[in-house]
């Protein structure tokens, strides 16, 4: 078995310390999200091995299509797990512009979709939907897309909520673009099942995320279907397991109690199930954060969605994916404070120990470098 490795595109800015806001909440960094900054953060992705960045949506951050259409030109082998929303964007013209993608990238791109769990966001993109219609639009989305990536001959469909008449495309993606897929509550499990390539979940502890990959499963073989797995989390990797709480300790104590309450308060807003689990996993409390072993849930006090980040040394966090792949989770969406230094940790010190396990395979050799983690010393600009 070979894991997969994906790290992340800060499109609202990064920062040393947490970023607070996301999933409808406003957010922004004090490194702004210029296209300079993020080309570094692609390279550094690119440079230790990750596979992909995701690149998120919403009003909250940059647009995910356009930004990454501007770093295929500057990255090589780097590919982008572009995240959309179905309920915003034609299915004909999402289904076209993948192929655009595709055909000008060389076949770098990968689909997040995100139905969207923020009803105070989808209004103000104007969608009025409740959270059961959505599910279905994507369903009837998701379908129109896959016929029109492989139909010869025009497409029609009429369901409850799309129509399309006569679609067909000229030029389809090769390959088509595989689908990643996030949902926790009940009407998300059929689509993933029927439409998914890779049903994704949030960082949460061991027996959770099985329980939840196992009611997936048992769908998808309804369907005749078998998925791929991953896990969106985050990571603070360091060279011993002391350096790496102290820098958890670290972010903690730069957050701002107000950010907190802002934060939590937008949250309790969300219909999204998986944000509810990620809240619970904290409760708003600032102690008891290690939630499982190494697995700390403070980044959810000011962060919507991903919530949780796997602290510790380069073997525990090792260890600590190694028991989520046990459980059938080949896909791994990184991320980490801040993002250009953070990949070079996880590349220099996690990745290694994974190679050496036969688990990881880099598809690009790089030069050897020191044991010493290149950012020690890095300015604090």
């Known amino acids: 078995m070979s894991l997969s490795f994906h790290w992340f595109l800060p499109t609202y800015g990064d920062s040393r310390g947490l970023v607070a806001g996301g999933h409808g909440t406003a957010m922004s960094g004090d490194r702004p999200a210029s296209l300079r900054y993020l080309n570094q953060v692609a390279g550094a992705a690119e440079e230790n091995g990750f596979e992909a960045v995701l690149t998120p949506t919403g009003a909250w951050c940059e647009d995910a299509w356009l930004t990454t259409a501007m770093l295929v030109e500057t990255t090589e082998t780097l590919k ?3 995240a959309f929303r179905p309920g915003l964007i034609s299915p004909t013209l999402a289904a076209q512009m993948s192929g655009t993608f595709q055909r000008h990238s060389r076949g770098r791109l990968l689909l997040n979709v995100v139905t969207g769990g923020e009803p105070h966001e989808q209004r103000a993109y104007g969608d009025f939907l409740d959270k059961e219609q959505r599910y ?9 897309v896959r016929e029109l ?16 008449r006569d679609a067909l495309l000229n030029n389809h993606p090769d ?7 996030g949902g926790s509550s009940a009407p ?6 029927r439409y998914a390539d890779t049903y994704l979940t949030w960082g949460e502890p ?4 099985s329980k939840k990959l196992e009611w997936v499963r048992r769908l998808a073989v309804d369907h005749g279907r078998q998925l791929s797995y991953g896990l969106r989390i985050h990571v603070i990797t360091r060279d011993t397991s002391e350096a790496a709480w102290a820098e958890a300790d670290r972010l903690l104590e730069g957050i701002d109690p107000g950010d907190v309450e802002r934060v939590q308060a937008n949250l309790s807003r969300s219909e999204s199930e998986g944000q509810r689990r990620m809240v619970e996993l904290h409760g708003g409390n600032t102690d008891r954060l290690e939630i499982a072993p ?18 510790g040394s380069h073997e525990e966090v090792a260890e600590r994916l190694i028991e989520y792949s046990r459980l059938g989770i080949t896909h791994f969406i990184l991320s980490g404070y801040p993002h250009v ?15 050496r396990r036969g688990l990881w395979r880099p598809t690009v050799r790089r030069a050897v470098r020191p044991a010493a983690a290149p950012f020690a010393a890095a300015p604090t600009s």
């Open 80 to 82: 982008f797990l572009v």
């Open 136 to 144: 279905e639009r994507c369903g009837e989305f998701l379908h129109i």
């Open 149 to 164: 990536w492989r139909s010869r001959e025009p497409f029609t469909f009429e369901g409850t909520h799309l129509q399309v």
């Open 175 to 181: 390959p088509a673009p595989p689908l990643f897929f």
């Open 188 to 193: 998300a499990g059929p689509v993933a099942a």
């Open 206 to 209: 061991l027996f959770a995320v």
């Open 294 to 311: 190494n697995l700390w849930a403070g980044v959810g006090l000011v962060r919507g969605g991903a919530g949780t980040a796997l602290v």
């Open 341 to 355: 230094e953070e990949a070079y940790w996880f590349g220099e010190g996690v990745l290694p120990i994974l190679e």
